[in-house]
Nanobody
Framework: QVQLVESGGGLVQAGGSLRLSCAAS????????MGWFRQAPGKERDLVAA????????YYAGSVEGRFTISRDNAKNTVYLRLNSLIPEDTAVYYC???????????????????WGQGTQVTVSS
């Protein structure tokens, strides 16, 4: 069982930056692949970035590649998402998720994740 708690969201002007954190409980965090999703009002929850259990492989959605960076610190049971050069279209609730226990693979779909955080709001003003 893994519990996830996101933090770091907020209101920022276009062009600004934020760092989201996702703190995990449990001793098995390092054995899970992690992902960051976002969901804007009236839209589906979409994968933004993903990372394998050891951080060796990452994935980014095309809309954020070059602007966002996913990383993890297994010693701290935490995964991060650095958001740079923010634009109003990045406004959404951001969720972290854990899945793929003991599988050294990126998890690319919502159904592949077993545990979800409660989300943190990111609002980018123009």
């Amino acid at each position: 069982q893994v519990q996830l708690v996101e933090s770091g969201g907020g209101l920022v002007q276009a062009g600004g930056s934020l760092r989201l954190s996702c703190a995990a409980s449990g001793r098995t965090f390092s054995r899970y692949a992690m992902g960051w999703f976002r969901q804007a009002p009236g839209k589906e929850r979409d994968l933004v970035a993903a990372i394998t259990w050891n951080g060796g492989h990452t994935y980014y959605a095309g809309s954020v590649e070059g602007r966002f960076t996913i990383s993890r610190d297994n010693a701290k049971n935490t995964v991060y998402l650095r958001l740079n050069s923010l634009i109003p279209e990045d406004t959404a609730v951001y969720y972290c998720a854990a899945g793929g226990f003991d599988s050294n693979a990126l998890i690319m779909t919502t159904v592949g994740y077993d545990y979800w955080g409660q989300g943190t709001q990111v609002t980018v003003s123009s």
